[in-house]
């Protein structure tokens, strides 16, 4: 803080917060881990981001393909907060292993760093802008009525309702697998 004239002048500038709304579409290292476990650990790498604030999220829903994100973060282009979240997923799947899918019938039962890097080698998202705006209000605890039945509208209603990997369950007062600052 400097003083000037008898007013007080902060030094630091605010940085800006900028707003992402993507759709992250899981890459095909999903296929060599089992549905809830992928879930689980983008849920965690997304608390890591969380926690040492390199994201602000609003919303977010984990499907079978998809990662939609709404957030906010320091940086002009959701790049970078993505490479710290898929660094982060990677190092999740290093230190809490799982047993990988070979094949349809067949799992390994020992699973080493050479068989995780194997599995993740490529990038793990591909990036979409998230252009549902329902979706985006739903996902954000926002209500969304129409005077008319609109059947795209009740399907979102009804898949994020009781979604375990979703943010509408922390706007209803629940625990979800995200902590919210």
């Given amino acids: 803080m400097k003083k ?4 007080t002048q902060n030094l630091i500038s605010k940085k800006h917060l900028y707003p992402h709304k993507a759709e992250l579409e ?3 290292w999903k296929k060599h881990f089992d549905f809830y476990y992928v ?3 983008i849920a965690m790498a997304l608390n890591h981001c969380i ?3 390199e994201l602000i999220v609003n919303g977010y829903l984990i499907t079978k393909n998809s990662l939609y994100l709404i957030a906010t973060s320091h940086e002009k282009s959701i790049d970078s907060a993505l490479q710290k979240l898929e660094m982060h997923i990677t190092f999740l799947l290093k230190i809490n292993p799982q047993k990988l899918k070979k094949n349809k019938y067949e799992i390994a039962f020992v699973v080493d760093d050479e068989d995780v890097f ?3 080698r490529g990038a793990l998202f591909e990036i979409h802008p998230l252009k549902n705006n329902y979706l985006i209000s739903l996902l954000t605890g926002k209500k ?4 008319y039945f609109n059947p795209e509208l009740e399907n979102l209603k009804s898949m994020i309702k009781n ?3 979703c943010s509408v369950i922390d706007y209803s007062g629940a625990i979800g697998p ?4």
């Avoid at 000037?4 to 007013?7: D, G, P, T, Y």
């Avoid at 995200?178 to 600052?181: A, E, P, W």
């Fill in 118 to 120: 194997y599995a993740v």
């Fill in 39 to 41: 879930n689980t650990i």
């Fill in 26 to 28: 899981i890459g095909e």
């Fill in 178 to 181: 995200v902590q919210f600052l």
């Fill in 144 to 147: 969304v009525t129409l005077p």
């Fill in 51 to 53: 926690k040492n604030h």
């Fill in 4 to 7: 000037i004239e008898n007013a």
């Fill in 163 to 165: 979604h375990p990997f």
